[in-house]
């Protein structure tokens, strides 16, 4: 993975920005497609099945060409597949079964700050002013988001579910940070692949998907008041919302440096929030709207000030980086 001090070319930097707008566009739809199907009748971790194991099936040809990994980095990709695919995944579906689907991924989007605490607290690296300011804005946008002023106004067990996602969000982040490091780096495509594999094998053991009524999949759901075919917003979630969303992420980090992309990876909590307002007709009032904006803000300083460079020897990319490789949900 290329340093955060790297200045890629214009023309690198052009096909990187449009690579990592289209990955968080896509990842913002997965709620908003998921939703729909869960309130069908499919169980939070049942769809998450059907969307790890759709898009492993579908990356197969990838996993089977960068298949020598598994004997040289067995443990990255277990660790990989069980929390920033299966638990992750897991539980932002189940959040969102829970709460509004906007106010769900922007608590998600706590686990870049919650990083910053990992970062100082385990690996007693240094965090900058401009981070720990950032992360005290998100904090505050959380409290208006959740409005706890009013004994939090939404279920708490949701709220529990999306805090859970982001700390999944942690473990993806170090995971990817540490599949980028040594001589001999894993490819980014087949930490993809591999992750969704036993992501779809975890959630096999543990969802038990021959319980399942997937013959809810050949009727229809009800979207903001229209009736649509099921099978609609299950293709989506599978070939959009994650196949793309995961190629178009991973293949963006090397034509961007990892602070960049982690920050337009922040677009995809605006387009989670208006989609949902527009195809699940879930308004938000203003102190969401306006925790929503700090949140971001707060990641976005978060997130730069994390990139900016500090003077001193050269280190290996610390794992706040990796969030250009934005797993969600």
Not at 61 to 81: E, I, K, Q, S, T
Not at 258 to 266: K, S, Y
Not at 275 to 303: I, K, N, S, Y
């Given at each position: 993975?290329?340093s955060?001090?790297a200045?890629?070319?214009p023309?690198?930097?052009?096909?990187g920005?449009?690579?990592?707008?289209?990955s968080?566009?896509?990842f913002?739809?997965?709620?908003?497609?998921?939703?729909?199907?869960i309130?069908?009748?499919?169980?939070?971790?049942?769809?998450?099945?059907?969307?790890?194991?759709?898009?492993?099936?579908?990356l197969?040809?990838?996993?089977?060409?960068?298949?020598a990994?598994?004997?040289?980095?067995?443990?990255?990709?277990?660790?990989?597949?069980?929390?920033a695919v299966?638990g992750?995944?897991?539980?932002?579906?189940?959040?969102?079964?829970?709460?509004?689907?906007?106010?769900?991924?922007?608590?998600e989007?706590l686990?870049p700050?919650?990083l910053?605490?990992?970062?100082?607290?385990?690996?007693r690296?240094?965090v900058?002013?401009g981070?720990?300011?950032?992360?005290?804005?998100?904090?505050?946008?959380?409290?208006?988001?959740?409005e706890?002023?009013n004994?939090?106004?939404?279920?708490p067990?949701g709220?529990?579910f999306?805090?859970a996602?982001a700390?999944?969000?942690?473990?993806y982040?170090v995971?990817?940070?540490?599949g980028?490091?040594?001589d001999?780096?894993?490819?980014?495509?087949?930490?993809?692949?591999y992750?969704l594999?036993i992501?779809a094998?975890v959630?096999?053991?543990?969802?038990?998907?021959?319980e399942a009524?997937?013959?809810r999949?050949a009727?229809?759901?009800?979207m903001n008041?229209?009736?649509?075919p099921?099978?609609?917003p299950?293709?989506?979630?599978?070939l959009?919302?994650t196949?793309l969303?995961?190629?178009t992420?991973v293949?963006?980090?090397?034509?961007l440096?990892?602070?960049?992309?982690?920050?337009?990876a922040n677009?995809?909590?605006?387009v989670?929030?208006?989609?949902?307002?527009?195809?699940l007709?879930?308004?938000?009032g203003?102190?969401?709207?306006?925790?929503g904006?700090?949140?971001?803000?707060?990641?976005f300083?978060?997130?730069?000030g994390?990139?900016?460079p500090?003077?001193?020897p050269?280190?290996?990319?610390?794992p706040?980086?990796?969030?250009?490789?934005?797993?969600c949900?």
């Amino acid at each position: 993975m290329r340093s955060s001090s790297a200045v890629p070319h214009p023309s690198r930097r052009a096909v990187g920005l449009t690579l990592a707008l289209i990955s968080a566009c896509a990842f913002g739809g997965s709620g908003t497609a998921a939703k729909p199907l869960i309130e069908a009748g499919l169980s939070p971790l049942h769809v998450v099945w059907l969307r790890a194991t759709g898009a492993a099936v579908i990356l197969l040809p990838v996993a089977w060409r960068h298949r020598a990994v598994v004997r040289r980095r067995p443990g990255l990709l277990l660790g990989f597949g069980v929390f920033a695919v299966a638990g992750v995944q897991a539980c932002y579906f189940a959040a969102i079964s829970r709460i509004p689907v906007g106010v769900a991924l922007l608590i998600e989007y706590l686990g870049p700050l919650l990083l910053l605490g990992y970062v100082r607290l385990v690996q007693r690296r240094p965090v900058s002013r401009g981070s720990a300011i950032g992360a005290a804005v998100a904090v505050t946008g959380l409290v208006c988001v959740v409005e706890a002023w009013n004994g939090m106004t939404f279920d708490p067990l949701g709220v529990l579910f999306a805090l859970a996602a982001a700390c999944c969000q942690v473990v993806y982040f170090v995971l990817a940070d540490a599949g980028s490091q040594g001589d001999n780096p894993v490819n980014p495509l087949a930490v993809s692949a591999y992750g969704l594999l036993i992501g779809a094998a975890v959630l096999t053991a543990v969802t038990r998907p021959w319980e399942a009524d997937w013959g809810r999949l050949a009727g229809n759901v009800t979207m903001n008041g229209h009736l649509i075919p099921a099978v609609l917003p299950a293709v989506w979630m599978v070939l959009v919302a994650t196949v793309l969303a995961y190629l178009t992420g991973v293949v963006s980090v090397r034509h961007l440096s990892p602070p960049v992309a982690g920050v337009v990876a922040n677009v995809e909590a605006v387009v989670a929030t208006v989609l949902a307002w527009v195809l699940l007709g879930e308004h938000l009032g203003a102190p969401q709207l306006l925790g929503g904006a700090l949140v971001l803000t707060g990641a976005f300083a978060a997130q730069l000030g994390r990139s900016t460079p500090e003077p001193a020897p050269a280190a290996p990319a610390a794992p706040a980086e990796a969030a250009a490789l934005h797993p969600c949900a």
